[in-house]
């Protein structure tokens, strides 16, 4: 290529920088509904997306009560408006008819050479048939990130084969938007979140205009569980809104200061609420005043974290993991959004055995997790930090809060169990069935100890790749047509327009192929997985319906009478034994600098305690226990550990009566004495 390469190397770097932050974003029983083919639209707009499955949905419940169907827990229905309008091409939906909803970006045509991000994330040059409807040449395709793959009949063909809760995440990014040279609106991300809701509603407007009229649609916004077990029961999609961005609430750091304040935190929560928003993420790519994040890898990560030091003017960094648990190693492969750094400035350099992030849950993060908590909302731990992950997930513990969801692979595998512990629910991303099916049966034991289903995220308009095909040759493939997993169904291939996409052939295109990539999970990883993913929508409305009924519990040790073998002395802050009980996280109980110490609290009365919280301060026990007594002179030890780490520890244990509570600290954990904010005292 002749001319400027220099500048055009840079324009393209500059684009890059922050576009790549993107690339991993980003049997029951038939009942009579009213009406024959109830499930048959009497005013589908023509021509139209063919759907190519028959027979009655299925609707009520088992025999136990329970709901049946897939969970799609984290998709991206209207991301099209998110990142200035222009980044992925096409609409859900349109007045105007399937022609205008699925065309491409107007700067595609006529060859695709300014598909900017295409050749940015795939390489080559990025050129392609910007033809959508009717002859789909090149999209959708299960590699194009930058092309809707969730056209509203696509997602009927899902909810058809069997799908009965779909999460759509609202999703943005600023800065993104601010670096992408192609937009027509404005980068504010609280307009684009307010502006993908709306649309979801619009939506369920138009599919109920199909059906004669309000509340007559498939597609059903929810917004209690309750509400979503009626719609499933009916046969119906329950959707869910969640919300996905770097920067909530504007909770930006630059240098470390925050940029947002506790009462901008209320205010976006209670905004998100009323727009119907029950879960979310804090943070997302880039560290934020909420939290830190776990890093990607390979130059993709390496152009992320020079994209968050143009944002926040810091690297991220790293520690040596003090658990199994870790984040995923830096990048550390070139990129050349390291042109765009100033002058001067390079990419750290990582010691290859310190890969977690310094970064944890922030002080404004933990009042953004009890906010949630107060709301009853759901919180989103993929893509947090391990550091912060734990820290949320002791807040839970300590609350016993159930309200924690993985919905598309991006936690370490290990936090599983303690997920599945406290409540929660987890679902893999949309890998290709091979590797989904070997990631299901790595966790299948814990979903057989705790009695729960299966989820998975597809991601879609999340920018991101798609399980490939298998080949048409491939051992035990798709044979079409093949009846739904409840069997009241017959699944053909789908047709849109003059196109006819194939599972084998064309892997999962669009978001319609989700029974085909089912059916393809029965084949290669068996039956198994699939009943697992069947149960899904059930497990996921157990823990939403546990979180929305969710009540603190009466802390028996809050202004009681607390003693101590010792405290420290100092003239200016009282560190006295009852510090520990007052209620205020701000005051703390010290002790002398001495291993053999302990702290008691006299509940007044006699009580069945099963649960003791303890809120360190950095002088921790690294050995102690809890011991319990109804005189005050003989104890029972009920819990102890020899490894701990401080932070927030929650003791649980079969309840056994009580009226004093002592903390026996043995080992140190640092050079000073054992130090408590607060401690609390529960029975349940």
């Known amino acids: 290529m002749t001319g400027r390469p220099d500048r ?5 770097t500059l684009v890059s920088l922050l576009l790549l932050v993107l690339a991993t974003i ?22 139209d997306s063919q759907i190519n499955v028959t027979g009655e949905p299925f609707t009520g419940t088992n025999s136990a009560g329970e709901v049946r169907g897939f969970i799609d827990a984290h998709n991206h229905l209207f991301s099209n408006e998110a990142f200035g309008g222009r980044l992925i091409c096409g609409k859900v939906f349109s007045a105007a008819g399937v022609a205008d909803a699925l065309k491409d970006c107007p700067e595609h045509y006529p060859d695709g050479s300014l598909a900017l991000f295409d050749y940015i994330t795939h390489g080559g040059d990025g050129k392609h048939d910007p033809a959508g409807w009717p002859t789909f040449a090149d999209w959708p395709a299960y590699d194009s990130m930058t092309h809707q793959a969730n056209y509203y009949a696509w997602v009927e063909r899902a909810w058809r084969g069997g799908q ?34 709306k649309l979801t509603y619009d939506l369920q407007t138009y599919i109920d205009a199909m059906y004669g009229g309000t509340g007559k649609g498939w597609f059903r916004i929810v917004t209690d569980s309750a509400q979503a077990r009626q719609v499933i029961q009916q046969g119906k999609l329950a959707v869910v ?24 935190i209320d205010k976006g929560l209670d905004e998100l609420y009323a727009l119907g928003v029950r879960s979310m993420f804090l943070c997302h790519k880039f560290d934020n005043a909420l939290c830190g994040v776990r890093f990607d890898e390979g130059g993709l990560g390496t152009a992320i974290n020079v994209g968050q030091f143009l ?25 050349d959004a390291e042109a765009d750094l ?17 970064r944890g849950l922030t002080d404004l993060g933990e009042y953004a997790v009890r906010g949630m908590m107060k709301r009853k909302m759901m919180l989103e731990i993929d893509h947090m930090s391990v550091k912060a992950t734990g820290q949320a997930l002791d807040i839970f513990e300590a609350a016993s809060y159930p309200g924690v969801l993985s919905s598309h692979s991006w936690m370490d595998l290990n936090w599983t169990e303690r997920v599945y512990s406290v409540g929660g629910f987890v679902a893999q991303y949309m890998h290709g069935s091979e590797e989904f099916s070997e990631e299901a049966e790595r966790t ?21 790749d798609h399980p490939a095909p298998r080949g048409a040759d491939a051992a035990n493939k798709v044979t079409y047509p093949f009846r739904s997993v409840d069997g009241g169904s017959v699944v053909d291939r789908q047709t849109s327009g003059s196109r006819t996409f194939d599972i084998n052939t064309d892997g999962a295109a669009h978001v319609g192929m989700i029974p085909d990539w089912i059916e393809d999970i029965r084949l290669v990883g068996g039956q198994g997985v699939v009943d697992d993913l069947f149960r899904g929508a059930e497990s996921y409305l ?29 003239p200016f802050t009282s560190y006295q034994p009852g510090q520990a009980v007052d209620g205020d996280d701000s005051t703390r109980w010290a002790s002398d600098w001495s291993d053999d110490q302990s702290w008691q609290v006299d509940l007044g009365s006699t009580n069945l305690v099963s649960r003791v919280t303890l809120d360190w301060e950095r002088a921790y026990g690294k050995s102690y226990r809890i011991e319990l007594s109804t005189d005050g002179s003989t104890w029972q030890t009920v819990w102890s550990t020899t490894s701990g780490d401080g932070g927030l520890d929650t003791a649980r244990f079969t309840g056994v009566p009580a009226r004093y509570v002592r903390v026996h600290g043995l080992d140190r954990g640092t050079d000073w004495g054992y130090s408590l904010y607060e401690v609390g005292v529960h029975s349940a």
């Open 8 to 12: 055009r190397r840079r324009d393209v």
């Open 26 to 47: 980003l049997s029951p029983t038939p009942s009579s509904a009213a009406g024959a083919d109830w499930w048959t639209p009497t005013a589908r707009p023509t021509p």
């Open 164 to 197: 009965r809760v779909l999460v759509n995440d609202l999703v943005t990014n600023g800065m993104i938007c601010s670096i992408y040279p192609f937009k027509d609106r404005s980068c504010d991300e609280m307009t684009s979140i307010r502006l993908q809701a």
């Open 241 to 264: 809104l969640g919300v996905e961005t770097s920067e909530p609430f504007g909770c930006k750091q630059i240098f470390d200061i925050a940029q947002c304040s506790k009462s901008d």
């Open 311 to 335: 944002s926040t003017g810091t690297f991220w960094q790293t520690e040596k993991c003090t658990t199994a648990m870790h984040d995923n190693p830096i990048g550390t492969a070139a990129s």
């Open 342 to 358: 100033p002058a001067g400035t390079e990419v750290p350099e990582y010691d290859e055995n310190a890969q977690c992030n310094t």
């Open 444 to 464: 299948e034991a814990l979903r057989d100890k705790y009695g729960v289903g299966y989820g998975y995220g597809t991601d879609f308009n999340g920018i991101g």
């Open 542 to 570: 157990d823990t939403w319906g546990t979180t929305e009924q969710h009540q603190a519990s009466v802390n028996l040790a809050k202004g009681r009478t607390a003693t101590a073998s010792s405290s420290e002395s100092n």
